[in-house]
C-alpha cells in the first residue's frame, strides 16, 4: 500500500505562483509512475502531468510552458510548480501514483483558488 499526502495548496492572485508538494509513504519502493490532476467543480478530473521514475515528464496542454513536475525518489516526494495561474486554474489537485502492478494511489486533494 502507498499514503500519499499533498501539500502547497492556497490562494493566489491571477499571475502568481504555486508549488504543491505529495510525500508517499508505505511500499515507497513499489511506486512508478507519479502524477497530478485535478478537477475543478462541475468538471471530470483532469491530468496536469505525469512523471516516471526515470524522470520523463509529460503535461496537458493547458500545463505546457507554465507548470514544472518533479520529483525527489531519496525523500519519495513529487512536486508540481505552477507559474502565471489564471483563475481556471482553480481546482483541487490530487496526486496520484502507480505500483509495479500498475495499481493507482490517490491523495486527498488540496485546494488551489486563483482570484482574478
Known amino acids: 500500500q502507498v499514503q500519499l499526502v499533498e501539500s502547497g495548496g492556497g490562494l493566489v492572485q491571477a499571475g502568481g505562483s504555486l508549488r504543491l508538494s505529495c510525500a508517499a509513504s508505505?511500499?515507497?519502493?513499489?511506486?512508478?509512475?507519479m502524477a497530478w490532476y485535478r478537477q475543478a467543480p462541475g468538471k471530470q478530473r483532469e491530468l496536469v502531468a505525469v512523471i516516471a521514475r526515470g524522470g520523463t515528464t509529460n503535461y496537458a496542454d493547458s500545463a505546457k510552458g507554465r507548470s514544472t513536475i518533479s520529483r525527489d525518489n531519496a525523500k519519495n516526494t513529487v512536486y508540481l510548480q505552477m507559474n502565471s495561474l489564471k483563475p481556471e486554474d482553480t481546482a483541487v489537485y490530487y496526486c496520484?501514483?502507480?505500483?509495479?502492478?500498475?495499481?493507482?494511489?490517490w491523495g486527498q486533494g488540496t485546494q488551489v483558488t486563483v482570484s482574478s
Open positions: 496520484a501514483a502507480w505500483d509495479r502492478r500498475s495499481r493507482a494511489y
Open positions: 508505505g511500499s515507497i519502493f513499489s511506486i512508478n509512475d
